[in-house]
């Protein structure tokens, strides 16, 4: 079942703040996430195993409820290199094969 | 210095031919994947191989067939192409299984 993103897109201006919401209706072992920008791979910007922990790259933090099965992306002051695409991809708590479900992803633009 | 390299970079060909894609990492992973996506950016999981053993075998048609020769390389093998093919196929490798993925830059194909 693939997780579902809010919101499915974003416009910000330098500076400020953005958080995205990753859903899924199955017990997880973990997420990712991804950013993706237009024509280029997708680029892992952290991992959130299960407990709740939340995880900081830069102003880049994210967080994992286990229990409701969400994980939140966090973007602070935003900068225009921030733009992109971002996808979460959820790994059943089931499977052991590290396969991942990704979300529809999310479209953020950021403006000067 | 490229750490996962795939390809072509991009394919074009005609419906009903035969191609295949290469991918090799050279990051000293065990994990190799294959992923699909589509034109409304959806990104799917098709394989995924660990130490040369098929672990994802995700349900897609049969005309696609993975092969590893090894832990570095993973090559995709497309038969009777058809239209809705069309696609950018990644190649994606990791740790182990579990662990971040590095993707490839896409391989784009379009099938006339």
């Known amino acids: 079942q693939q997780p579902v993103q809010s919101p499915q897109a974003v416009i910000l201006r330098e500076g400020e703040d953005a958080v995205i919401n990753c859903s899924s209706s199955?017990?997880?072992?973990?997420v990712h996430w991804y950013r993706q920008k237009h024509g280029e791979a997708p680029v892992f910007l952290m991992i959130?195993?299960?407990?709740?922990e939340q995880k900081g790259h830069e102003k880049i933090s994210a967080s994992f409820n286990e229990k409701k099965q969400q994980s939140s992306l966090y973007l602070t002051a935003s900068q225009l290199s921030y733009s992109g695409t971002y996808f979460c991809?959820?790994?059943?708590?089931?499977?052991?094969?590290?396969?991942?479900?990704f979300g529809q992803g999310t479209t953020l633009q950021v403006k000067p | 210095d490229t750490a996962v390299s795939q390809t072509p970079k991009y394919l074009v060909t005609q419906m009903g031919n035969d191609k295949s894609i290469k991918c090799e990492q050279n990051?000293?992973?065990?994990?190799m994947y294959w992923y699909k996506q589509d034109s409304k950016k959806f990104l799917k999981i098709m394989f995924s191989?660990?130490?040369?053993?098929?672990?994802i075998n995700e349900t897609v048609p049969n005309r696609f067939s993975p092969k590893s020769p090894d832990k570095a390389h993973l090559n995709l093998h497309i038969n009777s192409l058809e239209l809705g093919d069309s696609a950018v196929y990644f190649c994606?490798?990791?740790?182990?299984?579990?662990?971040?993925?590095?993707f490839g830059d896409g391989t784009r194909l379009s099938i006339l």
């Open positions: 959130l195993l299960k407990g709740g």
């Open positions: 991809g959820t790994e059943p708590g089931s499977s052991n094969t590290g396969k991942l479900i």
């Open positions: 994606a490798s990791s740790r182990g299984v579990r662990q971040p993925q590095h």
């Open positions: 191989y660990n130490n040369k053993e098929l672990i």
């Open positions: 199955k017990a997880l072992y973990s």
């Open positions: 990051l000293g992973h065990d994990t």
